[in-house]
């Protein structure tokens, strides 16, 4: 398996504090030593990074720990391979063109027969069955919307039927973005908490590492972590529930797909 | 056009020297302004990122210039796009499995009917002709070697071959890296450097920034730096002729394909 985190925000916003407590699970409070990544949009445009080393070793990881790069919207992901071996066209996020945009994308779980997600366009370059979902999933949002990215409400239900679709798989929680939008579906873990004011101190609960957002935000700030497990211990972090989507935009929950775990 | 700069070495080397260089000419001193990638090796492990900013303006390029990260090979690049809109996807190096290793590719020219080139198994994601003349050459080399990497000499002449065949189409001055090997060839421009004992001071030519290489080497380590233009106006770089193939190998020129500009 693997873990997730994901930020929303409506400012240019770190992620240093976060990441700090996730690369720590990648290799020493973790297994998640088989690579990690991330991907950063800030406005119209998307950097990334891809490193198959343990990022509680990597000396890549330990720069991006400390280093403050101010995003909009971040996707990170430490690897503990199942399907795929480590290399670097099999560390998340994965990205790809779609309406003009690029789209970035991560996933934790693990999905049964993947080969039988049947790709006709988009294929992957790595062996993971994560890419090949993000392919399928491309490829069923193209199938649908054609060349034109559709409103919100109509993408978001679209996407979470699919998402149901390779639940029925196996294990899938995700995270995916077009650089204003944060998707994240849940299958089995997914936590998130939104800061603004009036902001609190914090500590990890894998660093000795506490941080007081009153003195590094203002008041407008409005930020949102989503991470597999919650990343610090004395705040409350919401837990999504199997078969829930939530979409956010500047930091702020704008989209909601409830459980569907009933309709099992 | 774009620009290149690789590094091959015997001990783990930092580029951020050169790489400062590189970067002034990403939209300050030179117009490479279309994004800026790097792929990093250290034994056997590789590392990249890919941003599509201008890398003059980038505040990742700027940390990458500041912090040494130490590796074996480096493959960097500045895009001005010709082919391909600016974008993650079409931001160099680009990187494929081959032969049970990750191989990292830069291209620096322009190719006429990158279509012509037939892909059967190997795709971009992207939309540049660069990336399509990688896959095109991962598919020849597929082809005449099947699942085992041939030995060193039977490898370059066969990729240099390749290379004048896509010379044919245009500019190809590129740079590939398995990990161990760092090929590079040329059809236009490309200079390097091997920098050993006794190690003097540089000057880079981009920036008033002067480095006295005896400060940070021992009298063991042997450096090659190779780039579309010299970084340095104070060394003397070896210019690479049309068709000239060199590769090295911890930072030693272990194999060479003469000019074979004559037989056009």
């Known amino acids: 398996m693997c873990e997730l985190l994901g930020m929303s925000a409506n400012v240019p916003t770190d992620i ?7 690369r720590a699970r990648g290799g020493r409070t973790g297994p998640h030593k088989d690579g990690w990544g991330m991907a950063m949009y800030r406005d119209s445009s998307v950097w990334s990074i891809h490193d198959p080393r343990p990022s509680a070793d990597s000396d890549m990881a330990d720069v991006m720990s400390k280093t403050s790069l101010k995003c909009h919207i971040v996707i990170s992901h430490i690897r503990q391979a199942n399907v795929g071996n480590v290399c670097l066209p ?27 997600l049947t790709l006709l366009t988009h294929y992957p370059l790595g062996t993971t069955d994560s890419e090949r979902a993000f392919c399928w ?11 034109q990215m559709p409103e919100l409400e109509e993408l978001t239900a679209f996407l979470g039927e699919q998402c149901d679709r390779l639940r029925e798989k196996g294990v899938f929680n995700m995270m995916l973005s077009n650089g204003q939008y944060l998707f994240c ?5 997914l936590h998130w908490i939104t800061r603004r004011a009036p902001f609190k101190p914090a500590t990890l609960s894998d660093e ?14 409005v ?42």
């Open 16 to 22: 240093c504090f976060s990441f700090s407590g996730l």
């Open 90 to 116: 099999n560390t998340h996020p994965f990205s790809r063109l779609l309406w003009d945009t690029t789209w970035s994308y991560a996933h934790n779980g693990q999905l049964d027969t993947p080969q039988s």
């Open 137 to 147: 999933l491309i490829e069923q949002l193209l199938a649908k919307f054609g060349d």
């Open 185 to 189: 579906y849940c299958t089995t873990k």
């Open 208 to 221: 000795d590492v506490t941080i007081d957002f009153k003195e590094v935000t203002t008041d407008k700030d």
């Open 223 to 264: 930020v949102t972590v989503i991470a597999t497990q919650p990343l610090t211990h004395d705040e409350t972090w919401q837990q999504m529930q199997v078969g829930e989507m939530c979409v956010f935009d500047a930091g702020e929950l704008v989209a909601r797909i409830e459980s569907r775990a009933t309709a099992e």
